[in-house]
Each structure stands twice: as C-alpha cells, then as structure tokens.
C-alpha cells in the first residue's frame, strides 16, 4: 500500500516537473521571438536601439 502510493506521488512529482518544462519552454521561445523582433527593429534604425 505505501509502496504504491510513493509511486503515485512519484508520478504526480514527475507529471508536475514535465508541465513546469513545457511553460518554461514556451516562454523561451516568446523570448527568442521576441528578441528576433529587437534584431529587425535594431537593424531598421541603424542599430540605435530605443532603450539605449
């Protein structure tokens, strides 16, 4: 019985650190894009980037 339920937390521990995964790695591909979009911006003004 104890066994089993250690294995359910387990799962639910690995299940938890997999959804963490995926939103972290959506965030850095908002990031990349968004940093793609600095770039292009960047080079539209000569380099002179507005928060510099």
Avoid: F, R
Avoid at 32 to 42: A, D, F, I, W
Wanted: charged share 25%.
């Amino acid at each position: 019985q104890e066994e089993y339920l250690q294995e359910d937390s387990e799962d639910d521990y690995i299940s938890t650190l997999e959804t963490t995964l995926a939103a972290l790695q959506n965030k850095v591909k908002e990031m990349e894009s968004q940093l793609k979009q600095l770039q292009k911006t960047q080079v539209a003004t000569g380099g002179q980037h507005p928060l510099q």
